[in-house]
Every structure is written in structure tokens, then in C-alpha cells.
């Protein structure tokens, strides 16, 4: 029922219906509230291990212990979770009351000087994790932005092979409008015709090999660019969705589970799980 209100309320022939869906034209589950039974879910996960990887250096670590409190109230409650917090300043972490079966791993990460390059650093670091660490900690890997809370409930439904979750400023958009990186000279170009939505790399995940594959590959995406003194339109974000257009995800997330409280079409959004903190860009950058 809610997935045909929410076709009701595109009236227009113009919206792009592709992402109001349940199903992915290559039958992935599209996640929105109301397509799952949370209880069959649980239980199938009751020993399930998860992972949440967030990035806090410079400015970023005030957004930390909000991020924190609010995994804590919502997201995977019940679940044995561990937290991978990357920052340059582990001693001023702020650390919040963890329930039992959550652990919190804090380690020491360089800061990069420009900005485009600390959020490219994290797939780096994510290749090194999800090789080393993470296969003996955790089955399933989430990767947050941390300048977001939680808000409602984000559980064991998200979990699959390889998750991604649509732009919540694209989901109406069409396919020709996704801020794709369209320069054939970028690893991250995207040919006119390809792509099914457009990714937001603020919150994806997938097993943990899974979570290797990807990583290496925007890696590997993001040092080809630099060596031909390049970088892709949205750094990490135009690497991903590159990846995700010829490894497509088994899951996708709609956009409740990253919603800005400013776009548009909130209508269509009855849960906002996962939402943006808003913040004075020019300050954070300096
Ligand atoms: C700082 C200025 C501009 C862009 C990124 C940063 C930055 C990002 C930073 O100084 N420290 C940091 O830890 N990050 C990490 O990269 C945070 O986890 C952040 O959520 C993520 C992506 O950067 P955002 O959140 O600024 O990207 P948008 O697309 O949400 O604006
Ligand atoms: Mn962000």
C-alpha cells in the first residue's frame, strides 16, 4: 500500500519512477518501510556481527558523539555491533554509554590537509581494514558519513552483499541528470545510457569481501586520476557510483535512509532514518 501511495504522489508524467519502486530492474530489493517483517530478520541475524565504519579528523570529530549517541538508540539494537571510528585526535573523543554486545574501536588516522582528500583517504583505509582486521571481527560492513544521526530505526533489513543507498536529492531525477562523472578521461566516467540511480556515498555497506572489492577498486579509480592530475566531480562519491554501475548491488536503500531535512519531496519519505546535521560548509572547511 505505501509503495502505491508513494507512486500516487508522483502526478506528473515528468518524475522518474525507478527509484519509488520495491524491486531494482536487475531484482534487488529497494528498502523502504513497510517491505519487511523486522521480526523473520532478526532472528536470522541473531549472530550476525556488524561493523560501522566513520571517519572523524579535523573539524569532523564534533559531529562524533551525536553520531555515536544516536547509532546507540537506533541503529542495529540488539545486534553485536562494533564501531570504527578513524580519527587524528583519539584523545579528544568523547565516548558515549555503550550496551553490551557493542564494542568501540578508536584509531589514530593522518589528517589530510585538502578536504577532497580526506574523504578519498577513507577508502584507503577502508582497503587496509576490510583486508586485515575486520574479516576475524565482523561479517557485515556499514560505512557512514559521520555529519549525520540517526533518527529512526536502521537494522538488520539493510544488510546484504553489497548495499548502496540512492541520493536523496536524486530520486526523482532522471538517469541523464545524476551528477555522474561524465569525462571519459576520469576512472570514474559513467557513458551516457549507464547507471540506475544515483549513489550517495554517505552510507553503504555489504559483506566484508564485498566491502574489499569496492574499496580497491575506487582506490585503485582515485590514483589513476591523480596520476593524470585529475579528480573525478565528486571524489570517492563519482568512484563508487561507477563501481555500483558494473557491480550492482544485491540491496539498495531508499532515501530514508539518508534524508536532508531541506530537499524537496520530504512527502515521499515517511521514515527519515539516517539525517544530515547542518553545517556552515566555509567553517568546517578551515
Ligand atoms: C571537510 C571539509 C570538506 C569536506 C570534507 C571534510 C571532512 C570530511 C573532514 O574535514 N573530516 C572528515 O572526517 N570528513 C569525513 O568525510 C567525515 O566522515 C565526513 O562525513 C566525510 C564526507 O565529507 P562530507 O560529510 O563533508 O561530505 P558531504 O558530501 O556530506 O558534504
Ligand atoms: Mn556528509
Known amino acids: 500500500m505505501a509503495h502505491c501511495e508513494r507512486k500516487l504522489l508522483v502526478k506528473s508524467g515528468n518524475h522518474r519512477k525507478m ?7 536487475w531484482l534487488a530489493p529497494i528498502v523502504w518501510d513497510g517491505t519487511y517483517d523486522l521480526s523473520i530478520l532478526d532472528k536470522q541475524h541473531n549472530n550476525t556481527r556488524i561493523g560501522l ?6 573539524k569532523y570529530i564534533r559531529f ?5 549517541e544516536s547509532a546507540e538508540r537506533y541503529f542495529m539494537v540488539g545486534h553485536k555491533v562494533t564501531y570504527y571510528v578513524f580519527t587524528d585526535k583519539v584523545d579528544e ?3 558515549p554509554k555503550i550496551a553490551d554486545g557493542r564494542i568501540l574501536q578508536l584509531h589514530s588516522v593522518v589528517a589530510d590537509q585538502r578536504w577532497q582528500d580526506v574523504s578519498m583517504r577513507r577508502m584507503e583505509i577502508l582497503t587496509v581494514y576490510t583486508k586485515k582486521h575486520m574479516p576475524n571481527e565482523i561479517d557485515y560492513l556499514v560505512c557512514a558519513d ?5 533518527n ?3 537494522g538488520v533489513e539493510i544488510l546484504g552483499d553489497l548495499v548502496a543507498t540512492i541520493h536523496p536529492g536524486y530520486f526523482l531525477a532522471e538517469p541523464q541528470h545524476f551528477n555522474y562523472e561524465r569525462r571519459p578521461i576520469s576512472a570514474a ?3 551516457d545510457g549507464e547507471g540506475d540511480f544515483y549513489y550517495m556515498a554517505a552510507f553503504y555497506g555489504g559483506k566484508v569481501d564485498k566491502i574489499y572489492r569496492l574499496s580497491m577498486a575506487c582506490k585503485n579509480g582515485i590514483i589513476e586520476d591523480k596520476k593524470k592530475n585529475i579528480e573525478a566531480l565528486w571524489q570517492e562519491e563519482s568512484h563508487l557510483n561507477r563501481y555500483l554501475v558494473y557491480n550492482k548491488p544485491t540491496k539498495v ?3 530514508e535512509y539518508i534524508w536532508d531535512t531541506k530537499l524537496p519531496h520530504g512527502e515521499f519519505i515517511k521514515k527519515k532514518r539516517f539525517i544530515a546535521v547542518h553545517k556552515d560548509h566555509q567553517e568546517v572547511r578551515n
Open 19 to 25: 527509484a519509488l519502486n520495491v524491486l531494482s530492474p
Open 146 to 150: 559521520v555529519d549525520m544521526v540517526f
Open 152 to 154: 529512526d530505526h536502521v
Open 64 to 68: 562524533l558523539q551525536l553520531f555515536l
Open 53 to 58: 565504519f566513520v571517519f572523524a579528523v579535523k
Open 189 to 191: 566516467y559513467i557513458p
Open 253 to 255: 536503500l531508499s532515501p
Open 93 to 95: 573523543v568523547v565516548k
